[in-house]
């Protein structure tokens, strides 16, 4: 079976990647973590991407969570702020056709939470879920009150107030929400990757590249090992989920696990070859860095994956 994309799907990816590659540079995403860019909402919406999943007869493209993921892995590469993967995530399971409308239009987004944490990109959402094992709920008259968090740009928020179920499947939606946060780290990490290899050639130390030193190669090399054996197993879960397959949640567990573990490797092997340079605000790593950090514990990390996993295949703990 080949998982690599079509030409219809690549033409997509690159046309969605050049128009954040214009509209998202790092300044943007910094400034982001003052103040949300409902401009850059516009742009996607623009491109068609909240339409992706939807029915062609409802004005939708008629694709599945394969362009998605895709479409997902370039927002992560330019650090996309805002709730994209939740929005994503809740538009095919959405009842309401006024809301999809919205959405589409790129006016309107879902914030989605756990129960008892803080909700990312909550003050801007025109709803706010609750997903939990028991199901899906709504606030209905929330109480947003922000806090701090590791990455500025995500705008994390408690939220208080009463609820309502919705009827949408707990199930699909954080499988759904799973496979977008791998699919993004996938994106974070080749940036990463990509700015440590960049650096790495023009620091000399010596009177050479730093590049030039095995033990930096070899660093570069275990981070590059990382990414790549996660990235086949998110196109396999992606397909899994646009394809109804019967053990996708297992397939979502597995790259959700690498994906975070890719992160992980990548981001600290970014920053080891940077040095001191790679702590600074000044430098852009940390906006990719500090993504990564929350998305690799977001919607179960690595370990509650494999735990998931194990119980599948039923083996001892």
């Known amino acids: 079976m080949r998982f690599a994309l079509s030409e219809d799907q690549q033409l997509l990816r690159d046309a969605v990647a050049d128009a954040l590659g214009d509209a998202c540079p790092t300044e943007r995403v910094a400034e982001a973590w003052n103040t949300p860019d409902s401009a850059l909402w516009k742009v996607l919406a623009a491109q068609g991407v909240f339409a992706l ?17 895709a479409i997902l892995t370039e927002a992560g590469k330019v650090a996309f702020p805002g709730p994209l993967i939740e929005t994503l995530a809740a538009v095919p399971l959405i009842s309401d056709a006024t809301l999809v409308a919205e959405i589409v239009a790129g006016e309107a987004t879902i ?19 609750v997903l939990s094992p ?24 408690t939220v208080k107030g009463p609820l309502e179920p919705l009827d949408v499947d707990a199930a699909r939606l954080l ?27 023009q620091r000399r130390q010596f009177g050479k ?40 949640s297992v397939e979502v ?20 070859c940077h040095g001191a340079i790679g702590y600074t605000w000044e430098f852009k790593l940390h906006l990719f860095h500090k993504r990564s950090l929350a998305l690799q514990r977001a919607w179960g990390d690595a370990a509650w994956h494999r735990d998931r996993v194990a119980d599948h295949l039923q083996l001892p703990a």
Not at 111 to 129: D, K, N, Q
Not at 136 to 155: E, F, L, N
Not at 185 to 197: F, I
């Open 111 to 129: 914030a989605i939470g756990a129960p008892g944490a803080p909700v990312p990109h909550a003050a801007g959402a025109r709803e706010i879920w």
């Open 175 to 201: 499988d759904r929400l799973a496979i977008g946060s791998a699919a993004v780290l996938l994106g974070l990490s080749e940036t990463m990757l990509d700015l440590a290899v960049d650096y790495a050639k």
């Open 209 to 248: 590249p730093i590049g030039s030193f095995q033990a930096v190669q070899h660093h570069l090399a275990n981070a590059l090992l990382a990414l790549r054996f996660a990235q086949p197993t998110v196109q396999r879960a992606a397909w899994a989920i646009a394809n109804d397959h019967t053990e996708a």
């Open 253 to 272: 567990s597995c790259a959700k696990a690498l994906a975070s573990d890719a992160g992980d490797t990548v981001a600290r092997i970014a920053l080891q």
């Open 53 to 69: 999943e939807l029915d062609e007869d409802a004005g939708g493209m008629g694709m599945g969570m394969v362009e998605v993921a």
């Open 134 to 157: 028991a199901g899906v709920q709504r606030h209905t008259d929330p109480t947003i009150t922000p806090i701090d968090g590791v990455d500025g740009a995500r705008q994390l928020a």
